[in-house]
């Protein structure tokens, strides 16, 4: 079994930054893509951020240039570096795992990690 362990959101002021991060512990499996996600208020989920097993980034027009995914694969846990933040930053993040288990792919989603952006 697969577990995913967030951390990093809180409070911030506009401009500030934030690191979020995701674990992901278990054994026998291989993760190959890894992304972060967020949902404001009254909105649909969105996502934020990707980066596949081989390193290939893909993020929202909205927060290019402020905001920087990364993985580390011997720690099986991703980031989410922010910078600039702004108030429509405010929402819940989640990170979410694609991983193989016995070449049976799977998706988890991590428990989300409140970010709030106010002065």
């Known amino acids: 079994q697969v577990q995913l362990v967030e951390s990093g959101g809180g409070l911030v002021q506009p401009g500030g930054s934030l690191r979020l991060s995701c674990a992901a512990s278990?054994?026998?499996?291989?993760?190959?893509?890894m992304a972060w996600y967020r949902r404001a208020p009254g909105k649909q989920r969105e996502l934020v951020a990707a980066?596949?097993?081989?390193?290939?980034?893909d993020y929202r027009d909205s927060v290019k240039g402020r905001f920087t995914i990364s993985r580390d694969n011997a720690k099986n846990t991703v980031y989410l570096q922010m910078n600039s933040l702004k108030p429509e930053d405010t929402a819940v993040y989640y990170c979410?795992?694609?991983?193989?288990?016995?070449?049976?792919?799977?998706?988890?989603w991590g428990q989300g990690t409140q970010v709030t952006v106010s002065s």
């Open positions: 979410n795992v694609g991983y193989y288990m016995d070449y049976v792919p799977y998706d988890l």
């Open positions: 278990g054994s026998g499996f291989s993760i190959y893509n």
């Open positions: 980066v596949t097993s081989g390193g290939t980034t």
